[in-house]
């Protein structure tokens, strides 16, 4: 019986690689059997490299690729990430013929360490509400998510066993649980964002999307250039956490809610402690000031496409229309309040030892395309004060995934990941539905 090694994360393949069990070829060819199959009612890719071309550049520099960290293996970067002689087009007729002429860093530094572009795939239009092609893998009358749509189904549809999404609100962590993979957001500055292209300056980050937290580590090492070496999985400590349920911010599914209780419950019973989070009048105003500082600096970021208003979204123009009318001492008082909102998080963390806060990645399962893209205010308030976020999918409803996520301290993403493993293998283990 012919095997899927399309199913198999990263650091799977690797291992299958350096045991000979299989060879590069054949796990390229059960990428794009995958994508042949699937794509056509999925629609996750925007470019994708041909299969032949994928194979004659391994086959150009194997001795390279044989001795890599990645050994010629995928990944795919959402399309507002530039690409050498590949378009990047933002998911806008305005930059159809967009061809950019050098990489964006986090492609370079995959490629340095021996991993090849599969190809681009959809987002939402510059990367906010305008929906593109892409379906959800479970049901294709739902979405994906933005706006890194066509990064989480493709990965979730095991497309590509890892690709890159951008976040400026939610846009990593609510497609990852829309699909059901891992999403992960760094702290604020932890990456190179050069030649990705900007939405709003004081929010964009560079997001992983895999099907392991194993794969996001690793990946997340080789775009800071660390040890690849496997991280020690040290004796687990209990946990201090804290819970955030998002029903102060907007409508809430009830079965989104009751996961989170089963999860916080199922912590407890492991021995972890949960701990009173006293600031959820912080994350309301800082959802608020999100929304406001990223009107603000869209409409200032996007003014060569607001020469040609008439092709941008009805979306778009309204977000523009709001940040041109925002005062700058406006935009200048929400980004102070959000500085002292966000020192009032630290001491939290400061003064608790909390490790991390427990909460929904959206608002429910993914809601049908004629209701647009999902609501993002799950995602927004720990974007704007720069925490590290980590979603995984302990959920389903109606056979649809639903992710909860984990926000961490600034710059310990190392340790919130290493809590993000440990809780996905522990529904893997003990919850089957859960396995990925």
């Given at each position: 019986?012919?095997?899927?090694?399309?199913?198999?994360?990263?650091?799977?393949?690797?291992?299958?690689?350096?045991?000979?069990?299989?060879?590069?070829?054949?796990?390229?060819?059960?990428?794009?059997?995958?994508?042949?199959?699937?794509?056509?009612?999925?629609?996750?890719w925007?470019?994708?490299?041909?299969?032949?071309?994928?194979?004659?550049?391994?086959?150009?520099?194997?001795?390279?690729?044989?001795?890599?960290?990645?050994?010629?293996?995928?990944?795919?970067?959402?399309?507002v990430?530039?690409?050498?002689?590949?378009?990047?087009?933002?998911?806008?007729?305005?930059?159809?013929?967009?061809?950019?002429?050098?990489?964006?860093?986090?492609?370079?530094?995959?490629?340095?360490?021996?991993?090849?572009?599969?190809?681009?795939?959809?987002?939402?239009?510059?990367?906010?509400?305008?929906?593109?092609?892409?379906?959800?893998?479970?049901?294709?009358?739902?979405?994906?998510?933005?706006?890194?749509?066509?990064?989480?189904?493709?990965?979730?549809?095991?497309?590509?066993?890892?690709?890159?999404?951008?976040?400026?609100?939610?846009?990593?962590?609510?497609?990852?649980?829309?699909?059901?993979?891992?999403?992960?957001?760094?702290?604020?500055?932890?990456?190179?964002?050069?030649?990705?292209q900007?939405?709003?300056?004081?929010?964009?980050?560079?997001?992983?999307?895999?099907?392991?937290v194993?794969?996001?580590?690793?990946?997340?090492?080789?775009?800071?250039?660390?040890?690849?070496?496997?991280?020690?999985?040290?004796?687990?400590?209990p946990?201090?956490?804290?819970?955030?349920?998002?029903?102060?911010?907007?409508?809430?599914?009830?079965?989104?809610?009751?996961?989170?209780?089963?999860?916080?419950?199922?912590?407890?019973?492991?021995?972890?402690?949960?701990?009173?989070?006293?600031?959820?009048?912080?994350?309301?105003?800082?959802?608020?000031?999100?929304?406001?500082?990223?009107?603000?600096?869209?409409?200032?970021?996007?003014?060569?496409?607001?020469?040609?208003?008439?092709?941008?979204?009805?979306?778009?123009?309204?977000?523009?229309?709001?940040?041109?009318?925002?005062?700058?001492?406006?935009?200048?008082?929400?980004?102070?309040?959000?500085?002292?909102?966000?020192q009032?998080?630290?001491?939290?963390?400061?003064?608790?030892?909390?490790d991390?806060?427990?909460a929904?990645?959206?608002?429910?399962?993914?809601?049908?395309?004629?209701?647009?893209?999902g609501?993002?205010?799950?995602?927004?308030?720990?974007?704007?004060?720069?925490?590290?976020?980590?979603?995984?999918?302990?959920?389903?409803?109606?056979?649809?995934?639903?992710?909860?996520?984990?926000?961490?301290?600034?710059?310990?993403?190392?340790?919130?990941?290493?809590?993000a493993?440990?809780?996905?293998?522990?529904?893997?283990?003990?919850?089957?539905a859960?396995?990925?």
């Amino acid at each position: 019986m012919k095997r899927q090694w399309f199913k198999l994360p990263l650091h799977q393949l690797l291992h299958v690689l350096n045991t000979g069990e299989a060879s590069l070829p054949d796990i390229v060819a059960s990428f794009y059997e995958r994508i042949a199959t699937r794509d056509g009612q999925v629609g996750a890719w925007q470019y994708l490299i041909d299969q032949e071309d994928y194979l004659a550049e391994y086959e150009s520099r194997s001795d390279f690729y044989n001795a890599s960290p990645l050994r010629g293996l995928p990944f795919a970067v959402k399309d507002v990430i530039d690409t050498a002689d590949i378009p990047t087009t933002m998911g806008s007729v305005i930059h159809q013929d967009r061809i950019p002429d050098m990489d964006a860093s986090c492609v370079t530094a995959m490629k340095a360490a021996g991993g090849i572009l599969m190809g681009k795939t959809v987002t939402t239009e510059f990367a906010y509400f305008q929906a593109g092609k892409t379906n959800n893998p479970h049901d294709p009358e739902r979405t994906p998510g933005g706006s890194s749509s066509g990064s989480a189904a493709a990965v979730a549809d095991y497309m590509v066993p890892i690709a890159f999404g951008t976040q400026t609100a939610a846009s990593v962590i609510r497609p990852a649980s829309y699909c059901g993979c891992v999403g992960y957001v760094g702290s604020k500055n932890e990456f190179s964002l050069r030649n990705i292209q900007p939405l709003a300056q004081s929010l964009d980050s560079l997001g992983i999307i895999s099907n392991d937290v194993l794969d996001t580590l690793l990946v997340r090492n080789i775009l800071l250039h660390k040890s690849l070496e496997p991280t020690p999985h040290t004796k687990r400590t209990p946990y201090l956490f804290g819970v955030f349920s998002g029903e102060l911010l907007g409508s809430m599914q009830e079965k989104m809610l009751e996961t989170l209780q089963e999860c916080q419950q199922e912590l407890i019973e492991q021995g972890h402690q949960h701990i009173e989070f006293p600031l959820p009048d912080a994350i309301v105003e800082l959802t608020t000031l999100h929304s406001q500082i990223m009107a603000y600096e869209v409409a200032r970021n996007l003014l060569y496409e607001q020469q040609q208003h008439a092709t941008l979204s009805s979306h778009m123009q309204g977000l523009i229309a709001t940040g041109l009318a925002l005062p700058y001492t406006e935009y200048v008082a929400a980004l102070q309040k959000a500085e002292l909102h966000k020192q009032r998080l630290l001491q939290w963390f400061e003064n608790t030892g909390a490790d991390f806060i427990l909460a929904p990645a959206a608002s429910g399962v993914a809601p049908y395309k004629t209701e647009g893209t999902g609501a993002p205010f799950m995602s927004r308030a720990w974007q704007l004060v720069g925490l590290p976020v980590v979603s995984l999918p302990l959920g389903y409803y109606q056979k649809l995934p639903m992710g909860l996520q984990l926000i961490g301290k600034p710059h310990c993403d190392d340790s919130l990941l290493l809590h993000a493993k440990h809780l996905q293998q522990h529904f893997a283990n003990h919850h089957p539905a859960f396995a990925l």
